[in-house]
């Protein structure tokens, strides 16, 4: 892709973008009758045309003669500066005509705006004539000539890539994937404008971390790496490239919770300066609560991101952007309404309300023609945007969930929708809101909702109805691949799905009047297919008046048993479900039961089980381990437990493939057990029988988490052994009140990195020689250890890296003694106290030089901080 686009090529391609917008109706109308304006714009054609002509010869002559590099350079600025007044032409047209059709004026009726506008850009556009006047006389002076041109394609190419991705390359190729992703195409075909990373060259530029800026006027592309807080000192050098076409943030290998925060004044900043913006994000800016009314002024803006942000409404002036093509609102779950004139954005293409709160949708939305996505479309109660609407756009594809049917005045309303038509939409959700007293209506609103047959993905959620519409039982749906029947409570019965080819993923929940899953839900018996022949996923949830699953075992002997591709299978809040497990899962890989007190079966014969969870369901037998079992979490279930670990001493019969082993309830340890392949483990302990934990017996534990253990005191390691424990990484203890010491004799845990303590009333000290026995230790963290009083002798280890003690005011006391200084590696400290003497925090001993966080909490009585200016920090 980039190849056919270096150099000349690119430049010829945006040439040719700039001449179809000049031929658009809209500006050929605008420009009938005023002849001089147009004059100079058939002017400025000619003249880039003439400098197009030598593109490919100055892009080979450039590489061995800096002069036609510089004349490359002075051309390619003088063509942006060219694009932004056609462009503003363009915009100016179509502002017009969407003001004539509104107000029923006159075309050709000259406002004073329009008059001024008329001025300005008359003067501007003789600006750049002038200058493109003396650089394409030039080229007769380098000696460029016409050489054919490279093949060019003949739209911009384009691409959905998300955001975080990255292209790297040469900077000329990054430059001209840039400005072909903001083009007016028309981004039908599902096409969206999208920001790239891009190295760095005169016309691209990546802001670096700390680094010193060299921004130049010509720069038309910023990208940046989003920091915990991006204030406007940071973009300060960014401010000199006025025509700056792209602004987009980019994660650095963050988490999504990471807190990235941006200044108020930053934001304004921006708006007011960077006016030719195609590409602007502020995404994950999660402090980030309103768009000031400047946004309007971005006129050429295509590209809007906010998403991950908390902000709550937008401004009218957002609908003032008539070439805006996508808008991302994704996960802005403060935002509760839409402006009043959305329609406007006429040129809008993708419209991302993932997760919004919205009410309801604005008047018009049907006018958005040329929409292509829009994710999410809210019926409103009252003055909302009608659901025949939707009708309007013929063009919607990927995914649309249609929210509050309740709120749909008729079916006829619905039947306006047509999603018949809609062949390029591949999911669909429809959320009902409850209306029990209204549940014909709700089943007469689903049933005119019928969607196009090669639907993938179906949702229905909060359905009042009692009855699923006739469409749902159709077998006709040879491309659906998930359902999801959510909230359905007034349902008595499941809609038969068996015969469905393709379904892999089945989701059942809230179904409060079925009380059996009778043959009905298999199919109409009428075909020798078998039934959920390819169902990979089945998952029931909530069902409290769920008694008796009927199966199918024995009927289809021939084809092998029915669910013979299933993957998946869960089952929970089934609290009347006695029977009905599959006896046989030849395929299956994960199974979870959780809460389900009266269901009495085997676990399936399911020779792929790698992962089994059960909790609340102490009537389910495990007869035996599955060969390929990895991981097993059970929460209840005493009897179980004991069995298990019986095999476990004996040595008969257990899987040496378990490797994570998660346990909520009774946790026996008898004597002389072994468990050579555990490598997780995390207990959740509520018996009276745990008082230590014998660390031999798990040679290759990595990870050992116990929580609420009332009468754990001690892990240890017997004289015998050789107290080398070099697989354990992580260890964690909490809520366990009666712990006080780590390892009875000290042991050698090499590899160990992290240590978590927390509400052991009963600890007073840390392991001894902790510098020696943990050398790899990088993470320490004590929390409400009240008889905790002091670091052991001999220091913590050298390699730490991060320290949290919080509401140890023993420990606390004595800080002076921790000895941070002597710790190089040293980077984030985090300490809370509500020590009511301490009025000045830290102590310059406390503080290693290393530091760069640190976190302080509570200290009611602080009145200073002692923190060098170098460091980064957050004070709460």
């Not at 008694?547 to 669910?563: I, K, S």
């Not at 994960?590 to 969870?613: D, M, W």
């Amino acid at each position: 892709m980039a190849g056919a686009l270096v150099g000349g090529a690119f430049l010829s391609a945006f040439l040719q973008v700039a001449f179809d917008r000049v031929a658009s109706r809209e500006v050929l109308d605008y420009l009938n009758g005023r002849k001089l304006i147009d004059r100079l714009v058939q002017k400025l054609k000619l003249e880039l045309m003439s400098a197009g002509a030598v593109l490919n010869d100055a892009e080979e002559k450039q590489i061995t003669d800096p002069a036609v590099k510089n004349w490359l350079d002075e051309l390619k600025d003088a063509v942006y500066v060219a694009d932004d007044l056609l462009d503003e032409i363009a915009y100016e047209a179509l502002r017009c005509k969407l003001d004539d059709e509104s107000t029923s004026k006159v075309m050709g009726f000259i406002s004073p705006f329009v008059d001024s506008f008329d001025k300005r850009i008359q003067f501007e556009l003789e600006n750049i004539l002038e200058q493109l006047e003396s650089i394409t006389k030039q080229k007769d002076v380098l000696r460029l000539e016409k050489v054919a041109a490279a093949e060019v394609p003949s739209r911009p190419l384009t691409t959905s890539c998300p955001e975080e991705y990255g292209v790297f390359g040469r900077d000329k190729d990054m430059e001209a994937i840039f400005d072909m992703l903001q083009t007016d195409d028309v981004s039908v075909n599902g096409i969206c404008v999208v920001p790239i990373v891009v190295i760095t060259g005169e016309f691209c530029f990546k802001l670096e971390i700390n680094e010193s800026c060299v921004i130049t006027r010509k720069t038309r592309h910023l990208s940046y790496f989003r920091t915990e807080y991006d204030g406007s000192k940071k973009f300060k050098a960014s401010y000199n490239a006025k025509d700056l076409r792209t602004f987009i943030g980019l994660d650095l290998s963050l988490p999504r919770l990471q807190q990235n925060r941006i200044s108020t004044m930053m934001i304004n900043d921006s708006l007011l300066t960077f006016k030719c913006l195609r590409v602007l994000s502020f995404s994950s800016y999660r402090n980030m609560r309103e768009l000031p009314n400047s946004i309007g002024n971005l006129r050429h803006l295509r590209y809007l991101n906010l998403s991950y942000t908390s902000i709550n409404r937008l401004p009218n002036s957002l609908c003032n952007l008539y070439k805006l093509q996508t808008l991302l609102l994704f996960k802005c779950k403060s935002l509760i309404e839409l402006p009043s004139k959305m329609w406007r954005l006429v040129n809008l293409r993708h419209l991302d309300l993932v997760e919004t709160n919205l009410k309801e949708m604005p008047l018009h939305m049907g006018k958005l023609i040329n929409l292509v996505e829009l994710t999410t479309f809210v019926v409103g109660k009252h003055s909302g945007s009608s659901i025949k609407e939707l009708g309007e756009l013929h063009h919607l594809s990927g995914a649309l969930s249609i929210f509050n049917l309740q709120n749909v005045h008729c079916a006829r309303d619905a039947r306006e929708v047509n999603l018949k038509d809609k062949h390029h939409l591949s999911e669909l959700v429809f959320q009902c809101g409850f209306d029990s007293e209204n549940s014909e209506k709700e089943r007469h609103v689903l049933e005119q909702l019928c969607p196009h047959t090669k639907l993938e993905s179906l949702t229905i959620e909060d359905y009042g109805g009692t009855k699923f519409p006739n469409w749902l039982e159709d077998c006709s749906f040879s491309n659906m691949t998930s359902i999801q029947l959510v909230n359905c409570k007034y349902c008595s019965s499941l809609p038969p799905l068996g015969h469905l080819p393709v379904l892999k993923r089945l989701y059942v929940q809230g179904f409060h009047f079925v009380s059996h899953v009778n043959r009905e839900f298999y199919g109409d018996g009428s075909s020798t297919t078998k039934p959920f022949r390819s169902l990979e996923v089945l998952s029931f949830k909530d069902m409290p008046e769920w008694q008796e699953w009927f199966l199918f075992e024995g009927e289809y002997e021939d084809e092998g048993e029915v669910f013979s591709a299933l993957k998946e299978l869960c089952i929970i809040e089934c609290p009347k479900l006695s029977c009905g497990l599959p006896s046989q899962l030849p395929s299956l890989i994960k199974l979870r039961i959780e809460k389900c007190q009266q269901l009495v079966a085997s676990i399936p014969r399911a020779p792929s089980l790698n992962a089994l969870q059960l909790s609340d369901c102490d009537k389910v037998v495990l007869k035996e381990l599955p060969p390929k079992l990895n991981y097993l979490k059970i929460r209840g279930g005493c009897i179980f437990l004991q069995s298990f670990m019986e095999l476990a001493v004996t040595g008969s019969g257990v899987s040496t493939t378990l490797k994570s082993l998660e346990i909520q309830g009774t946790f026996q340890i008898t004597t002389g057990h072994y468990c050579p392949f555990l490598e997780t483990l995390m207990i959740k302990d509520d018996s009276d029988s745990l008082w230590s934990f014998p660390l031999e017996s798990y040679p290759k534990l990595k990870s050992l988490q116990v929580f609420e253990s009332k009468n754990l005191e001690s892990l240890f390691v017997s004289e015998e052994s050789y107290r080398d424990v070099s697989s354990l990484t992580d260890l964690s203890i909490s809520s366990s009140p009666n712990f006080v010491s780590f390892f009875s004799g000290g042991i050698c845990a090499p590899n160990l990195t992290s240590i978590s303590i927390t509400n052991c009333n009963k600890l007073k000290s840390l392991p001894e020689n902790m510098r020696t026995l943990f050398p790899s230790l990088d993470y320490l963290a004590v929390c409400l250890c009240p008889e905790l009083e002091s670091f052991p002798e001999g220091g913590l280890p050298i390699n730490l890296v991060t320290l949290n003690v919080w509401d140890c005011e023993k420990l606390f006391s004595h800080r002076i003694e921790w000895g941070l200084q002597g710790l190089h590696s040293l980077r984030d400290i985090s300490i809370s106290s509500d020590c009511e003497e301490v009025e000045s925090f830290p102590e310059e001993a406390l503080l290693p030089p290393t530091l760069t966080d640190i976190r302080i909490e509570y200290f009611p009585n602080l009145k200073s901080l002692k923190v060098n200016k170098r460091f980064c920090h957050q004070c709460h």
